[in-house]
Nanobody
């Protein structure tokens, strides 16, 4: 069982930046595809960015939702069992609870559906004011 713990959320003004972190507890983190999802009130959970398991310990392929391309960057540090989401140029519409998720399928391409992910963190609130 993988446990995921997010941190780094908070309040920021539009145009500002935040860096989310997600620490995993297990020994097989490097074999997981990792994703960041978000859910705003009254809306479905949506994929923001994902990074696949590379298969060779060097990282992975990434995917970004169109709404965050050029502003958000996902990265992972397998030595620290941690995945990051750097969020720049934040907008009020980025306001949501952000969730970290792990995919144990060892797919080499990023996966973007909620049902593709086996483990989820508790979420961290990001609020962007205008």
């Amino acid at each position: 069982q993988e446990q995921l713990v997010e941190s780094g959320g908070g309040w920021v003004q539009a145009g500002g930046s935040l860096r989310l972190s997600c620490a995993a507890s297990g020994r097989t983190f490097s074999t997981y595809g990792m994703g960041w999802f978000r859910q705003a009130p009254g809306k479905e959970r949506e994929c923001v960015a994902t990074i696949s398991w590379s298969g060779d310990w060097s990282g992975g392929r990434t995917y970004y939702a169109d709404s965050v391309k050029g502003r958000f960057t996902i990265s992972r540090d397998n030595a620290k069992n941690t995945v990051y989401l750097q969020m720049n140029s934040l907008k009020p519409e980025d306001t949501a609870v952000y969730y970290c998720a792990a995919d144990s399928s060892r797919a080499l391409l990023p996966r973007t559906r909620v049902r593709d992910y086996d483990y989820w963190g508790q979420g961290t609130q990001v609020t962007v004011s205008s």
